[in-house]
């Protein structure tokens, strides 16, 4: 098959997901083509079978904002007729598919091309919501030939906030639990912990729908029971904000702010607790990368996560915002050997099981096979 793949190149959920599911098609024989304004950055290897495209944005001293919408979909349309496409996979609605479907009006009469768009989370219940932009990514979704979302908790809200009336497959976000297990690293994990501290973790893109001040007030709680320290992975709108929170309470020397990574296995397989107390989250990847590293979660029980994270079995869910009952819980868990192991044990069993990058690999395919 030959396949387009549109996705956000930068860190993010959806990209890396697009990304992966890349791949794996690459290795599976398929001609992928992704087609971006960057190369995704977790497209860091050559294959034969994947050729990045790049949407070059032209700028013109009357626009105010380059309108890449329209060069997306110029680029889908060139890039469709010299390769011959045989589907679109375009990751995040806004604007994708809406480039998507400029593209297929733009083709018709000379190919034929099936759009089938993965909704991610943002793009429906934040961005998707705004009035801008709501009756756009309506008929966008409503006018793909095929739809999936990544959690029934997502496809449930799409249909409902949308007033949709179509059919919405569910296909997981998944882990290859090849990469992601848990790796033997004393002498990073001596670089934050003299052996005696636990280490909790938390990774994001720091933006306010993540909850900064809660992992924050998380671990503070945690560490004054258990010495601990946190480690805090990647960056956005709330770095500075939070730095300055940490400052506040005087745990400066208690917080690591390791900035965005590329790799962060190590740094999983390092700790001991998954804090991702969000306010939404329709899916949730870096809980499922947590737990294939035998990394159990703190979060919320909210969206997608309870779908990904068993409440008592691979984590601990709590209402948004009850911090001291995600602490009080956690702290019970790390003092718990036992209890810490088997749930650490069964994190890594329940994301290999459920989540397996090969399974969800084929669903993607058969999903394919309908449109074509
Ligand atoms: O890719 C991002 O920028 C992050 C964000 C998003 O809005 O796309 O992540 C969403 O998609 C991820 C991959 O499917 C999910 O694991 C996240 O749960 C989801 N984020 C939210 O729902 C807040």
Not at 103 to 113: D, F, H, N, R, S
Not at 153 to 164: C, G, H, V
Not at 205 to 214: C, E, H, S
Request: charged share 25%.
């Amino acid at each position: 098959m030959r396949i387009g793949m549109i996705c956000y190149p930068s860190y993010g959920g959806s990209g890396v997901v697009a990304t992966e599911l890349g791949k794996q098609l690459a290795f599976r024989g398929h001609e992928v083509h992704f087609i971006s304004y960057e190369r995704p950055f977790k497209l860091d290897l050559f294959h034969e079978n994947i050729i990045f495209h790049e949407v070059d944005i032209v700028d013109y001293p009357l626009f105010k904002f380059p309108p890449y919408s329209m060069a997306l979909a110029s680029k889908i349309y060139e890039v469709a007729k010299w390769a011959g496409l045989d589907l679109l996979h375009v990751h995040y609605a806004i604007p994708h598919a809406v480039s998507a479907y400029l593209a297929k009006q733009m083709l018709k009469g000379e190919l034929e091309l099936p759009v089938i768009t993965t909704l991610h989370g943002t793009d429906i219940t934040i961005v998707g919501l705004e009035k801008q932009f709501y009756d756009i990514t309506r008929f966008a979704i409503q006018s793909s030939d095929g739809v999936t979302a990544v959690s029934r908790s997502l496809r449930d809200e799409t249909l409902r906030r949308f007033k949709l009336n179509r059919q919405i497959e569910v296909i997981y976000n998944f882990v290859d639990p090849e990469e992601y297990r848990r790796l033997p690293c004393p002498q990073l994990k001596k670089r934050f912990t003299d052996g005696e501290d636990k280490l909790l973790i938390h990774i994001s893109n720091f933006r306010p729908v993540k909850r900064l001040k809660d992992v924050v007030d998380l671990f503070a709680l945690v560490n004054s029971k258990i010495p601990s320290k946190l480690l805090l992975v990647g960056d956005g709108p709330d770095g500075s904000y939070i730095h300055e929170y940490v400052r506040k309470i005087g745990l400066l020397d208690r917080v690591f702010f390791l900035g965005k990574q590329e790799r962060v296995v190590e740094l999983l397989s390092i700790s001991d607790l998954c804090l991702l107390p969000s306010e939404k989250e329709s899916f949730g990847l870096v809980a499922l990368e947590a737990m294939a590293c035998q990394v159990p979660v703190v979060g919320t029980k909210v969206g997608g996560l309870p779908e990904v994270v068993r409440d008592g079995e691979t984590g601990i869910l709590e209402k948004v915002g009850n911090v001291a009952a995600m602490a009080e819980r956690a702290v019970k868990l790390l003092s718990d050997e036992e209890s810490y192991l088997q749930m650490a044990l069964e994190s890594r069993r329940h994301a290999v099981n459920k989540f397996h990058v090969d399974d969800m690999v084929t669903n993607y395919l058969k999903y394919y096979e309908v449109f074509l």
